[in-house]
């Protein structure tokens, strides 16, 4: 039996005045299917997040959902077993990836199991399963830490001199260095996500700080502080193109909010300056996540492990490690200098 999870889900963004009725509206259909636990799951845990982080999810339970139903003949939900876990992880390390044709990597697969494991364990707490726990004893896949992907102090200096020149230079009308270098400088001196930075209006920016900060998993952040040189860049900005104005706080050439395909753009092309004016060999590829490296791994040598966890917007200390973690150059170099008088 074939499940178009894509045809089920029919909810509306649910308010929390209208929670109740979304609960028993679904419930009182058919409390035993697990296709509509999904459903309501994602309405309720799901909907009102970063639209990729939606689409993520969506695309893990359509995975989950169609492999539960084909393999165990129907949608009850108690036939959910630690067993029926194990299997469909199983069936994911044999999976081969559309875009790269390759078996899926083990963080792939990791980040999908994180997404059925909290659909599963808050649907044992809504509804207790037959077999309690569907994820009692089914451990993640072990990999070692990704690298670090952060700027060094070099490549740093690099790009804030490729701003000061894209100022001075790029004067075209369809040229906007003032909003590429602001964009540059806040990503630097916050650890923002992409997503997180072109989600915020102007009325959030104020007393040297955003404040009321969404971030990843729905939280908010009550103050991310804004040091001095980000804060220059952002205000030069604000006055000579957004003065007066209300709503997102940065916007693209169309006065629509800025995306973060517009913030990948930007730092691509910051890249390319830089790179036109060194050799190939230390040329580089820059992403707005490189920011958040840098930054966590800033505030982590100079403060310590749990001032960048808290700083980070809470991700868990697991998380915060493969933003703080030394890179191969500093090993090799820490090791070299280990048994110096």
């Not at 969506?58 to 165990?72: A, H, I, P, Y």
């Not at 930075?197 to 959030?204: D, P």
């Not at 860049?233 to 916007?251: F, I």
């Not at 800033?298 to 310590?304: E, I, L, P, Q, Y």
Request: aromatic content about 8%; overall charge positive.
């Amino acid at each position: 039996m074939e499940v178009d999870f894509s045809k089920e889900r029919t909810f509306e963004k649910p308010s929390i005045i209208g929670m109740d009725k979304i609960y028993e509206t679904t419930l009182s259909e058919n409390s035993d299917s697990i296709v509509r636990w999904a459903n309501l799951y994602f309405a309720i845990q799901v909907v009102g997040g970063a639209k990729k982080t939606e689409a993520a999810k969506q695309k893990d339970l359509d995975k989950f959902l169609s492999f539960f139903c084909n393999e165990m003949g129907s949608d009850h939900v108690d036939g959910w077993t630690p067993v029926v876990t194990r299997q469909f992880q199983k069936k994911l390390q044999n999976t081969i990836s559309n875009y790269t044709g390759q078996k899926l990597k083990a963080t792939t697969i990791n980040r999908t199991m994180a997404t059925i494991r909290h659909f599963g364990r808050w649907l044992n707490n809504q509804r207790k399963l037959m077999a309690g726990d569907p994820f009692a004893d089914v451990k993640d896949i072990i990999v070692d830490l990704p690298d670090w992907n952060g700027l060094t102090s070099r490549q740093v200096i690099r790009i804030k001199a490729a701003c000061e020149q894209r100022i001075k230079y790029c004067i075209k009308r369809m040229q906007n260095p003032l909003l590429e270098v602001a964009v540059i400088y806040v990503l630097l001196h916050t650890g923002l996500r992409a997503g997180e930075l072109t989600a915020l209006n102007i009325q959030q920016y104020h007393h040297r700080a955003f404040h009321n900060v969404l971030r990843k998993g729905k939280r908010i952040t009550n103050r991310v502080p804004l040091p001095a040189e980000a804060r220059a860049h952002l205000d030069r900005y604000l006055k000579d193109s957004r003065e007066g104005e209300k709503g997102a706080l940065l916007v693209n050439r169309y006065r629509k909010r800025l995306s973060t395909q517009d913030v990948a753009r930007i730092c691509t092309r910051i890249a390319n300056h830089v790179s036109s004016k060194i050799s190939k060999k230390e040329s580089f590829c820059l992403t707005p996540h490189m920011f958040r490296h840098t930054f966590l791994k800033r505030v982590a040598d100079k403060h310590g492990i749990h001032y960048a966890q808290r700083i980070s917007g809470n991700i868990s200390m697991r998380e915060i490690f493969r933003y703080t973690q030394p890179s191969d150059q500093e090993i090799a170099e820490d090791i070299e200098k280990l048994f110096e008088e």
